[in-house]
């Protein structure tokens, strides 16, 4: 089972163990709580709340240099007619999408951020100040994550599930007055990015997915190795604990206080593994601990999309590899070159795409590129879009050190 966790969520050694023996022992901890419920709240809960996400938020973005706005924009409770679910829970009150703005020079293009799967806008702290020199950045925590607003996730089909989120980015868009910018999707948020430009591509000028998700399904991809390892007794649990949609975020909750020292080990060993030597400093790594911690332990919601996303083994339920021929948006892909998301995906949609696309990887960088190396993440941002900065020296040239595949 460790080897299996360390495979599906791409976990260090002693976290998989942790996590594993977690599993095993939940029975234990289903028959103790009773018990538990008895101790006092201080050794069993560390508190968190959107308020509690947005201090943390401010503490870690307080590293960066260049000024910046954050709002909770206000998206309704529904667009009106709309079948989604993401407004259906015990009352109708408006749901809000936490952003923060970074303002550039007059005239600058609008770069709108997008994370992945378990994370939020505050990942991309590496790269803001650098990226608002030449952009008007905005960074969106998508509904149900981070400081946005938590609805109860009521869907029950990758068709809604897909709504929940593209809906509600496109409300965002409306709240904000938006309309021609590049948009950057991370992992999870690549998918959604990809599904948005393709639902709404007249607002979207280009397309920068770094290290998506969902290009192609488990048919696809014909793994036999995953059939042989779903017959042993370790992956029919792991497909159970999938299809029963239990996520890493229930661990960090159930872990009570040792939630955040849980968070720290994998902070410390994540973002070191594949770095170019900018490791992350003692503060950094501090504070975006604390702030992952609270993103993960507040209230389940759209962590809850998991299953009805992919199968088992992140395999996309509807993969964008079967859009690739509708794609309208001219696309940049980032991989590191460590990135256990395969660039394989990407090749085989290029060649069936009718518009510009260009594939980069970025050595020395795992799935999380913009945080392993953030220089060379950012030299592959612009000059995937070199076309907004016609008059920067040498912005036609692929920057050293980058891979174009």
Known sequence: MR????RWYKLPRDLATQMADEINSSAAVTATAKSRSLWPSVLRWIPTSTDHIIAAEKRLLSLLKTPY????????S???GSRIRWFRSASDEPRFINTVTFDAKEGAPTLVMVHGYGASQGFFFRNFDALAARFRVVAIDQLGWGGSSRPDFTCKSTEETEAWFIDS???????????NFVLLGHSFGGYVAAKYALKHPEHVQHLILVGPAGFSSETEHRSEWLTRFRATWKGAILNHLWESNFTPQKIVRGLGPWGPDLVRKYTSARFGSYSDGSVLTEDESRLLTDYIYHTLAAKASGELCLKYIFSFGAFARKPLLQCASEWKVPTTFI???????????AHEARKQMKVPCEIIRVPQAGHFVFIDNPNA?????????RMFFPYAPGSNSLPEGLESV
Not at 3 to 6: E, I, N, S, W
Not at 169 to 179: G, Q
Not at 335 to 341: L, P, T, V
């Open 335 to 345: 991989y590191g070159h460590q990135d256990w998301m395969n660039y394989q995906g």
């Open 377 to 385: 993440f950012l030299s592959a941002v612009f000059y995937g879009c």
């Open 69 to 76: 706005v954050q709002e909770q924009v206000n998206i309704g």
């Open 3 to 6: 080897t299996a966790l360390r």
């Open 78 to 80: 529904g667009p009106p």
């Open 169 to 179: 980015f496109e409300e965002w868009r409306k709240s904000k007055n938006l309309s």
